[in-house]
């Protein structure tokens, strides 16, 4: 497999890990007062972990690739995780928004 394929994959891999710490630190917020800091701190820890995973890709892909497919990744990631785990709604246009994230994954994917 060559870097840039693993690198794709790392980045994702990021991405879920990145959406896990946010997932502490949502749970952690709607903890009375501050009583959700154990929560918060093992997310900030997991967030200061990745950076060792971007040194990798940063190596291996462009900083804009890289930036697309993160944030697109957390993105379609944390509104699944905000819909399951948190009972959160969608509207009609942020369903939209989440189709035009799925739409630039494939434009970067086949001009990138």
Do not use: N
């Amino acid at each position: 497999m060559s870097p840039a394929i693993i690198s794709i994959l790392v980045c994702v891999a990021l991405s879920i890990v990145t959406v896990g710490a946010d997932y502490l630190v949502k749970r952690s917020s709607l903890q009375p007062g501050f009583s959700g800091w154990h929560s918060l701190l093992l997310g900030a820890t997991i967030y200061a972990l990745t950076a060792v995973g971007w040194f990798f890709t940063m190596r291996h892909l462009k900083l804009s690739t890289l930036g697309v497919l993160y944030a697109v990744t957390c993105a379609i990631l944390l509104v699944f995780l905000g819909v399951t785990q948190f009972h959160e709604r969608l509207v009609w246009q942020e369903v939209v928004g989440v189709a035009f994230a799925l739409i630039s994954l494939v434009l970067l994917s086949r001009f990138a």
